[in-house]
């Protein structure tokens, strides 16, 4: 059988994949939109339970839940999990239609709100025929069990790594409860008066037990689908430590989870270990989608205590607030072929829990084929300390909104992890443009220092050692495609500050990234056979020992006697999302230079140049992700996606 080389670790050993057949001893059907579901049935085909919780109630190793289309408001509690691979407990989709567990329910009862100053001063819109509509719902105590969401702030455990001084309070201190109209979320506001201001908004009284809210066009609620979220999640162990359970093909909507820590999911494995997440959607939770680690770095842990071991496969993620995929100490984790986006919409990345995946002391773990799109103001891909033996391979980092750096490998100090074989692609970088200084004239050019107000990276190593980034295409990058700076002081009990040393950067293609290509901290890293494109000035560099060193390849070639096999191109390269292609392609302009300052950098004009076939510095095979670039038309080539590894 031929080997996948897509599931090597960096240290030559194989994914170790623990998924077996489980021999099913028993079938439970639930069924909602069934009239003859009852939860007092047996659960057979023919008398199917009416609720996801009473099967959970019932499913012991070796158990397959069956559940069919329908709508279903209420959070599933597993009583158990199973045993072993063989003998699992499964919940899934039967296949005759959408199985959506919502932890919203819908309201109706509205009355219009009074009492409240809608204005200070003259309105927005003084020459408005109507008044903006504000109405009031009261909050139906016995539709909160246990948890009212619209009582309590975002963060409310662990303040310890916010930076109060740098960010914006208010999206932390919002309530987690949130309305919905017709499926789409409305904006909350701190103050009533926000309402005035802005519609398809909703404001919290301060006791929480009243919520009032203006629709889009000032709209009638009557008139459309109104929910409010009133439970935290929608499928969690009715304790922790549960393992060996799969959940499958279940679409979970409107969870009213809180920021991490702790990291509680709308799809939560509470600390339990080999769960099995494929197919499934997540969309609009409120924090955090789904969690496979110990949750919060203030548990205890037990001697020999198993964490992670988990699949999250062919999942979609929508629009997490702040973290899509958490996990905490999660070793061997495989999280492949999902599309996770619009991530971090509640931008609280100084929480620095926030990503589209978040993992910590992540060991063995193989992140593979994913699409990670529209990300804001928080990473793609967050790797926090003592990571060892990953793999980040096949993947597609697009588009990172107000995003310091799509992937972020961070206080790393033992063994080697991978990033290889990716498209990262568009990062725009937060910062706050006004503070970027006026060089006027010549002001500028003769500075030994570079600012560091401006970021953006495709890939951001601190206190890393041993990054082995290889084969990638980084295009459009604010700042630059890989940035590396060492962490002197950051030790925690017996470890050491991390040096950022000992990088390889190999063959990959650098296009277009607005200040570098690569940043290394010091000389002590590796390159080699990388194409940098449509980069000019200093657009490689050394910063310490200082001054910071800026060059371009012949004296990166020259005096650090890196990327001898590589070439400084000129030319297009075009990514459509859509159809999985990539398109190099002549360009209509060049570079300004004077005299034969061109002609001496022997820049590659054609992506079809000869030259470019052995940029590999094992000798074979083309730059970047693509063994072959086919010819599509007079100076144009094409790769498709599917084509890397």
């Not at 929608?234 to 979970?252: H, M």
């Not at 820590?261 to 099995?276: D, K, N, T, Y």
Request: hydrophobic share 35%; proline share 5%; aromatic share 10%.
């Amino acid at each position: 059988m031929r080997q996948d080389s897509s599931a090597l670790l960096p240290d030559g050993r194989s994914f170790d994949f623990w998924e077996k057949e489980t021999a099913w001893t028993q079938e439970l059907h639930v069924a909602a939109s069934d009239p003859a579901a009852s939860d007092e049935n047996d659960g057979s085909a023919g008398a199917p339970f009416r609720t996801i919780g009473r099967a959970a109630a019932e499913a012991v190793p070796g158990t397959r839940v069956l559940i069919h289309a329908g709508l279903y408001r209420e959070c599933v509690k597993p009583a158990r999990g199973g045993t072993d691979p063989e003998h699992m407990i499964s919940y899934e989709a039967f296949g005759d239609g959408d199985v959506t567990i919502r932890a919203s329910e819908e309201v109706t009862e509205f009355i219009p709100s009074e009492g409240w100053m809608l204005f200070r001063g003259p309105a927005p819109d003084a020459h408005a025929e109507e008044e903006p509509r504000i109405w009031e719902y009261d909050l139906d105590p016995d539709l909160f069990r246990g948890y009212n969401p619209f009582c309590a702030v975002n963060i409310l455990h662990d303040r310890l790594f916010i930076e109060y001084d740098k960010t914006d309070m208010t999206t932390y201190l919002n309530r987690r409860g949130c309305l919905f109209c017709d499926g789409k979320p409305l904006k909350q506001v701190p103050l009533y008066n926000g309402m005035g201001r802005e519609d398809n908004t909703y404001w919290v009284e301060a006791n929480g037990q009243k919520v009032h809210f203006r629709l889009a066009g000032d709209a009638d609620p009557r008139e459309h689908r109104i929910e409010v979220t009133v439970r935290e999640q929608c499928f969690v162990p009715a304790k922790p430590f549960q393992n060996y359970i799969r959940v499958k093909g279940l679409i979970c909507e409107h969870a009213a989870t809180g920021a991490p820590v702790p990291q509680r999911g709308a799809i939560s494995a509470w600390r339990g270990h080999h769960w099995i997440i494929e197919g499934c959607e997540v969309n609009w939770s409120n924090g955090v989608a789904m969690d496979v680690g110990h949750e919060c770095w203030h548990h205890t842990h037990t001697p020999g205590e198993i964490i992670g071991y988990s699949v999250i496969r062919n999942c979609r993620i929508r629009d997490a607030g702040v973290c899509g995929i958490a996990g905490m100490f999660a070793e061997r984790m495989l999280i492949e072929d999902n599309v996770i986006e619009g991530t971090g919409w509640q931008k609280m990345e100084l929480s620095w829990e926030a990503g589209a995946i978040k993992l910590h002391n992540s060991i063995d773990g193989l992140i593979r084929h994913n699409t990670f799109r529209n990300t804001i103001r928080a990473d793609h891909l967050w790797l926090d300390c003592g990571n060892e033996n990953n793999r980040i391979t096949g993947n597609l980092f697009l588009n990172g909104i107000e995003q310091r750096e799509a992937i972020f490998i961070e206080c790393t100090r033992d063994g080697i992890n991978s990033i290889d074989h990716n498209i990262i692609w568009n990062v725009e970088g937060r910062f706050d443009a006004a503070k970027i200084p006026q060089e006027p004239g010549s002001s500028g050019w003769y500075k030994t220092r570079e600012h560091d107000i401006i970021n953006g990276y495709g890939i951001y190593g601190e206190g890393t050692d041993r990054l082995y980034i290889a084969n990638n295409l980084i295009g459009r990058c604010r700042h630059s495609g890989y940035y590396l700076k060492p962490v002197p002081f950051r030790m925690h009990g017996l470890e050491r500050g991390g040096t950022s040393r000992d990088a390889k950067i190999f063959n990959n293609i650098f296009y277009s990234c607005g200040e570098a290509a690569i940043v290394f901290p010091t000389k002590d890293n590796e390159a080699e056979g990388n194409l940098y494109v449509r980069m000019s000035g200093g657009y490689l560099r050394i910063m310490y020992p200082e001054p910071e060193v800026c060059l371009h390849l012949p004296a990166w070639q020259e005096f650090f006697g890196f990327d001898l096999k590589g070439h400084h191109g000129w030319f297009d390269i075009l990514l459509n999302e859509e159809s999985g292609t990539v398109t190099f392609r002549q360009a209509a302009d060049r570079p300004f230079g004077f005299g034969n300052q061109l002609e001496r950098m022997k820049l590659i004009l054609d992506p079809g140049d000869p030259a470019l076939i052995c940029v590999d510095p094992a000798g074979e095979g083309r730059p970047g992700p693509w063994t072959e670039w086919k010819q599509t038309g007079t100076g144009e080539y094409q790769a498709t996606i599917s084509e890397m590894g």
